[in-house]
């Protein structure tokens, strides 16, 4: 039987060795056990492959073994095992550095993730739990195979596996393999295998979107219409085969991403505007499924951003601010940025804007010059009181309790990024925040430009041209708070808050406890105190270990760094399937 079990997992904390400014990764994937087991005259052959979400297989890895008298029967007493090809003898373990229970074997994955032992004088009847404990970059999985006489193994595979779905095509064509271990001979019958191809999205039940009939040795074809896949996001594709008296059961998943392509639309006519002032574009951001919920809309002159606007329902208001030009009208480029990768951007949309004539009193320089003398002289004869000129520094937002950058002046194109840095709870300035221009490189992200704040937690950045490659961003990090990244701003002066690190632990905390659901969230924000005290009760020794750990750098006497903020964080254990038993 094969039997592939998908399961969540972090990839926390990995750093290249690199500068000492270099970018930590957070990477978050899959990791499954496909397997398979065969009763031969000799014993019970099992063998299957340890893979990554991406394929890759896992290699020089442990794969514990039990065998079982059946589905709740008791750990059968083990012979000693022997290899089978791809496996070599050295692969398998008997005692040497490892603890073996008479009850179990161990045995580690070659370079291709694959695995192969027989069990000898076992018969059929038997239930093989296959397991892996996880490591640093994957968490534990398991597999259960059930090993029946007579019934030969059923193999499915995509062909080629799926990853993307576009919802504006009317349907998707898939492959499916079929095959059968041992293989049919010749003058055998080959029954018809009746397939259910299912989808499953993000949040959403399951639903049965095709069927098709396919015989051992071919593929089959199914077709899924876009109409019964769902809104855009991340889901799962699942083709089952339930068995019959001479075929096991299978089923096989591909994770894949539903796409949907944004177009852009001018909605509504735009009026003749002075641009130094502000120029209002409206647009309608619609897809094949309707409206566009999220994103934005930049307008671009020359290359040049000249504003951008939040996208909702479907819409946006994008406010293009330039140096006048002397021609009556201008083209500007406008561009669909995402927030979510499912949503494409389509073309861009060019739009003509009608300038406004220049004001009269530019072709009158002598009254400029009329009313500087007249001020000299009224600043000769009477001095003014002094007043402190308030300042963009000065118009930061109120403490949001969240980690934020906020445009709150756009400047001309090109002429860098100042701003201020702030407490996100107190508002009180942090003094020697380092804000650094980050881009992709070779080995992960480089910084091309960085400055430090001062006393009042103010700083400024010269414009360099890396920041317009894709992908760059601004990352703000400080000594007792952690680090935001945010995609690169326009240019102009920003205003951004951080939160200390003891307080991002604890909302991860409760972020964690929120998305397990069940006990964990009996309270709205749960302590680290109650968490590890549940977990033990449930007898989870790494969630409670975990919960410790915040408990004693949230609330502990010594500092909180980066370093030891980053090795309480790789400890946090998946979120796994949400806990609704209690």
């Excluded at 007792?480 to 905390?509: D, K, M, N, T, Y």
Aim: aromatic residues 6%; hydrophobic residues 40%.
């Amino acid at each position: 039987m094969l039997c592939r079990f998908v399961i969540s997992l972090s990839l926390v904390g990995l750093a290249w060795a690199g500068p000492a400014n270099a970018a930590r990764v957070r990477v978050r994937g899959t990791v499954s056990i496909d397997g398979r087991a065969v009763a031969l005259e000799t014993g019970v052959e099992i063998r299957g492959r340890l893979e990554d979400d991406a394929g890759r297989p896992v290699a020089a890895t442990h794969i514990r073994l039990r065998l079982l008298s059946g589905p709740r029967g008791q750990e059968l007493r083990l012979p000693a095992p022997e290899a089978c090809p791809p496996t070599v003898v050295e692969q398998l373990h008997t005692g040497r550095g490892d603890p073996i229970a008479p009850d179990e074997y161990i045995v580690d994955t070659d370079a291709e993730g694959s695995f192969c032992l027989l069990a000898p004088g076992v018969g059929a009847g038997v239930v093989a739990e296959l397991s892996f404990e996880g490591s640093d970059y994957y968490p534990p999985a398991s597999a259960t195979i059930d090993v029946v006489p007579g019934r030969r193994v059923t193999l499915l595979a995509f062909s080629p596996e799926p990853n993307r779905l576009p919802l504006e095509r009317p349907a998707h064509t898939v492959w499916v393999e079929a095959r059968v271990e041992p293989p049919l001979a010749a003058d055998e019958a080959r029954e018809s295998l009746q397939l259910e191809l299912s989808f499953t999205g993000q949040g959403e039940q399951t639903r049965v979107v095709t069927q098709a009939q396919v015989r051992p040795g071919e593929r089959a074809e199914l077709e899924i219409p876009s109409t019964l896949l769902g809104a855009p996001g991340p889901g799962v594709l699942s083709v089952r085969y339930a068995g019959s008296e001479t075929l096991q059961p299978v089923e096989r998943s591909a994770v894949v991403l539903r796409t949907a392509r944004v177009v852009l639309g001018a909605s509504g006519t735009i009026p003749t505007s002075d641009p130094a002032k502000g120029v209002e574009i409206p647009v309608a951001v619609g897809s094949a499924l309707g409206a566009v919920p999220s994103g934005s809309v930049e307008a671009l002159l020359f290359d040049g951003s000249v504003g951008m606007a939040a996208v909702r329902a479907g819409a946006a208001t994008v406010l293009a601010r330039f140096e006048p030009p002397r021609d009556k009208q201008v083209e500007l480029v406008l561009v669909y940025v995402p927030r979510e990768p499912w949503w494409t951007p389509g073309d861009s949309l060019v739009v003509r804007v009608p300038l406004a004539p220049p004001s009269a009193w530019r072709s009158l320089p002598w009254v400029v010059a009329a009313v500087t003398v007249l001020l000299w002289f009224v600043g000769a004869w009477r001095r003014p009181m002094r007043t402190e000129r308030r300042r963009p520094d000065d118009e930061s937002a109120p403490p949001s309790g969240q980690p934020s950058l906020e445009v709150v002046e756009r400047g001309p194109a090109k002429s860098g990024w100042r701003g201020r840095v702030v407490d996100a709870h107190d508002a009180f300035p942090i003094e020697q925040a380092r804000v650094q221009v980050l881009v992709p490189a070779f080995a992960g992200d480089g910084v091309v430009s960085e400055a430090a704040t001062d006393e009042n937690g103010s700083f400024q950045l010269a414009h360099v041209d890396e920041a317009a490659v894709q992908g760059a961003r601004l990352r703000i990090s400080a000594k007792w708070h952690a680090a935001l990244v945010r995609p690169i701003p326009p240019a102009g002066f920003v205003a951004i808050q951080l939160v200390s690190r003891r307080r991002a632990l604890l909302e991860r905390l409760v972020e964690w406890a929120r998305r397990r659901g069940g006990v964990w969230t009996d309270r709205a924000e749960p302590t680290p105190g109650e968490i590890a005290s549940r977990a033990r009760q449930r007898r989870e020794p790494a969630v409670a270990t975990w919960a410790d750990a915040v408990q004693e750098g949230a609330y502990g006497p010594d500092p909180l760094d980066e370093p030891r903020e980053s090795a309480i964080r790789d400890r946090e254990p998946p979120f796994g399937e949400p806990n609704v038993k209690g």
